[in-house]
């Protein structure tokens, strides 16, 4: 047995056993922190798919929100919009309905469906919308301001219908558009000279309307087989 002389004094002893005390409780603060840091992190995440999923909904709860109230404001006697139910997720899976990758509304295919009624401003919360076609219907009323709002719209065709009013000229915000047809309708007013300033126009056709003025000759007008 070791001698007295060879016992670790108890200061000594003290200070061993304070010091490993220090470090358990530092390792346990560490590693609690890595722990909390990791939970904080993950939480995060869940936070990020979570909001992700909520802006998703509420944008395609939106454009549902908009393209339901196109129907109310429509007479449909061949139930072409029976699809369109309020309740669903999103409009995705309506009839008549293109949607992209992301659940945006891209295309509203309603050309020749024997609807009447008018048009709602609201079709201009769909951002996305690259194809209106409503052409060869009884939609009656003015083409809204709103319209201008479809930044990404490429054919807006409302042919063979009875829209009356003006042309908005704020359909020369549509820096996107390639095709606008809008003849055979009741339009009155001149063509807003803001059209000129759609160089990606390629077809303009506002023939038998009830239009005054001068055609524009400038700007993609220039070479656009323009339809009087």
């Given at each position: 047995?070791?001698s007295?002389?060879?016992?670790?004094?108890?200061?000594?002893?003290?200070?061993?056993?304070t010091?490993f005390?220090?470090?358990?409780?530092?390792?346990?603060?560490?590693?609690?922190?890595?722990?909390?840091?990791?939970?904080?992190a993950?939480?995060?995440?869940?936070?990020?798919?979570?909001?992700l999923l909520?802006?998703t909904?509420?944008?395609?709860n939106?454009?549902?929100?908009?393209l339901?109230?196109l129907?109310?404001?429509?007479?449909d006697?061949g139930?072409v919009?029976?699809s369109?139910d309020?309740?669903?997720?999103?409009?995705?899976?309506?009839?008549?309905i293109t949607?992209?990758?992301?659940?945006r509304?891209?295309?509203?295919?309603l050309?020749n469906s024997?609807?009447?009624?008018?048009?709602?401003?609201?079709?201009?919360?769909?951002?996305h919308?690259?194809?209106?076609?409503?052409?060869?219907?009884?939609?009656?009323?003015?083409?809204?301001?709103?319209?201008?709002?479809?930044?990404?719209?490429?054919?807006l065709?409302?042919?063979?219908?009875?829209?009356?009013?003006?042309?908005?000229p704020?359909?020369?915000?549509?820096?996107?558009?390639?095709?606008?047809?809008?003849?055979d309708?009741?339009?009155?007013?001149?063509?807003?000279?803001?059209?000129v300033?759609?160089?990606?126009?390629?077809?303009?056709?506002?023939?038998?309307?009830?239009?005054?003025?001068?055609?524009p000759?400038?700007?993609?007008?220039?070479?656009i087989p323009?339809?009087?």
């Amino acid at each position: 047995m070791p001698s007295c002389s060879d016992r670790i004094p108890t200061s000594k002893r003290a200070e061993t056993l304070t010091r490993f005390r220090g470090e358990v409780r530092s390792s346990l603060a560490e590693g609690v922190m890595a722990v909390a840091t990791d939970i904080a992190a993950r939480t995060v995440s869940v936070f990020a798919v979570v909001a992700l999923l909520s802006l998703t909904l509420v944008s395609s709860n939106s454009e549902g929100d908009a393209l339901y109230a196109l129907r109310k404001s429509l007479s449909d006697p061949g139930n072409v919009l029976e699809s369109w139910d309020p309740t669903l997720v999103n409009p995705c899976t309506w009839f008549h309905i293109t949607c992209n990758q992301d659940n945006r509304v891209t295309r509203v295919d309603l050309g020749n469906s024997k609807l009447s009624g008018h048009l709602v401003p609201d079709i201009g919360r769909l951002e996305h919308l690259q194809y209106l076609e409503l052409y060869k219907n009884n939609i009656q009323g003015t083409i809204p301001t709103e319209f201008g709002n479809l930044k990404s719209l490429i054919s807006l065709d409302l042919y063979n219908n009875n829209i009356s009013g003006v042309i908005p000229p704020a359909l020369g915000k549509l820096k996107s558009l390639v095709f606008l047809r809008l003849n055979d309708n009741h339009l009155t007013g001149q063509i807003p000279r803001e059209l000129v300033e759609i160089s990606s126009l390629k077809v303009v056709d506002v023939s038998n309307n009830d239009l005054c003025g001068t055609i524009p000759t400038t700007g993609p007008f220039e070479h656009i087989p323009l339809n009087k």
